[in-house]
């Protein structure tokens, strides 16, 4: 049964106490009406146990705000949560994903990652065309999805607060990709659970890949902040190490003129082969804990952008590591989908709240492996001839 404001509660004693359960949780379908969200729909969670969130239905199912207690967690940015239909991936010369970049998850795939490229396109057989361009995060990020429902789900005196989509990505004589996302949150609780399916419903192989940009902002993030996770390694970077500013463990309050970071790191997994990373706050004595499939996503990357105004860290979990896409399919690393073949994630987020769970969390991390001291340490394997800043005059 919920735990709710204090008391744990059958479905019956709830009910005697409300009219309407919405006033204590609820998911709720709502549509913006204004500026550059306007029309754009969003499914809103209500826990009743501190976790509250949006889904942003129009913008891949991904999660848009997110609080606990009334405490921002989620990064956002000036563009707000931008309407699909304003959205041109390939404008700025392939960076169209970031005039609509921001909130607490953003989906980018699903048949590319990272920087704008371009890449063969034999595996399609249409000879007038040889290359397909691929522009940054791909272009199953930011995309209008079909909402298959939302609603509570009982099972006795526990409920679960769901709801469901379907994004498409689509082209004729080119890729015919489905992605499924069901996103829960037990009713009480202060964690929610990703489960996503990605279906080639095409009849040529075609690449996938998936990055999950989850993004954390003030005031969870701040100057002292920790992140934590079993990191053994850091496999690369985009920036020289020698003209790093600051570390991977303890973040970076705002700074001037501060070109974004990425380490690449190489993690490892539990007995359930599960990974945990957070980001830690002592002063607030909360954290926010990403746990993911490391079978699924064998990359973990951690994302800095501390610049004045902007001032974000990002958990990615990641299906291939640092690197262009060429680098990618030389390490095997590209997913290959034939016709009606899928690929299931799951994901599960939580807030961790007090001195004693962050202890706890911290030693189950510690468990699987004792964390990397070094703040800036070397990169194991930087690919030759991948996307990185060598000099201080390059950062300017």
């Known amino acids: 049964m919920p735990r709710l404001f204090g008391r744990d509660l059958t479905r019956r004693e709830l009910e005697r106490h409300v009219g309407a359960r919405g006033q204590a ?22 826990t009743g146990g501190g976790l509250s969130f949006t889904v942003n239905v129009d913008r891949s199912m991904d999660i848009g705000r997110l609080e606990h207690r009334g405490v921002p967690i989620a990064w956002q940015s000036g563009t707000g949560f931008r309407s699909p239909w304003l959205q041109v991936p390939m404008e700025d010369n392939g960076s169209g994903f970031m005039r ?4 607490f998850l953003c989906t980018c795939g699903l048949d590319h990652m990272r920087q704008p490229e371009s890449g063969p396109a034999d595996h399609f057989d249409t000879p007038l065309r040889a290359r397909v361009d691929y522009p940054l995060h791909g272009r199953g990020a930011l995309a209008p999805a079909r909402l298959a429902g939302y609603g509570e789900h009982w099972d006795g ?11 498409m990505q689509v082209q004729v004589l080119g890729e015919h990709l489905s992605l499924t996302r069901r996103i829960e949150a037990r009713v009480g609780e202060s964690s929610l659970v990703i489960r ?15 990055l999950y940009h989850i993004n954390l902002g003030w ?7 920790r992140f934590r996770a079993p990191v053994r390694g850091v496999n690369a970077s985009n920036a020289a190490a020698g003209i790093q500013a600051g570390g991977y463990r303890t973040q970076l309050g705002p700074t001037a003129r501060f070109i974004q970071q990425v380490f690449d790191h190489d993690v490892v997994a539990d007995r359930d082969g599960r990974v945990p990373a957070a980001l830690i706050n002592d002063r607030l004595g909360l954290g926010l804990l990403v746990d993911y499939e490391a079978a699924k996503f064998p990359c973990l990357q951690q994302w800095q952008a ?18 262009t896409r060429a680098h990618g399919v030389e390490r095997g690393e590209i997913v290959w989908l034939e016709h009606g073949q899928s690929r299931d994630y799951d994901t599960r987020i939580g807030v961790v709240e007090g001195a004693g769970a962050i202890a706890a969390l911290e030693a189950r991390i510690d468990a699987i492996h004792p964390q990397l001291a070094a703040e800036v340490p070397p990169r194991e394997r930087q690919p030759e001839g991948g996307p990185v800043i060598e000099t201080q005059t390059a950062r300017r």
């Open 25 to 46: 949780f609820g998911v709720t379908l709502v549509e913006h009406a204004d500026g550059p969200e306007r029309g754009v729909r969003t499914v809103e969670f209500r």
């Open 100 to 103: 609509g970049f921001s909130g």
């Open 157 to 167: 005196d526990a409920c679960t607060l769901w709801c469901e989509g379907v994004v």
């Open 196 to 210: 996503d399916r990605v279906v080639n419903e095409g009849f040529a192989r075609t690449p996938h890949m998936l």
């Open 219 to 225: 005031p969870l993030l701040d100057e002292g902040a």
């Open 306 to 323: 501390y610049g004045e105004g902007i001032y974000a860290m990002g958990i990615e979990p990641c299906t291939s590591h640092w690197g």
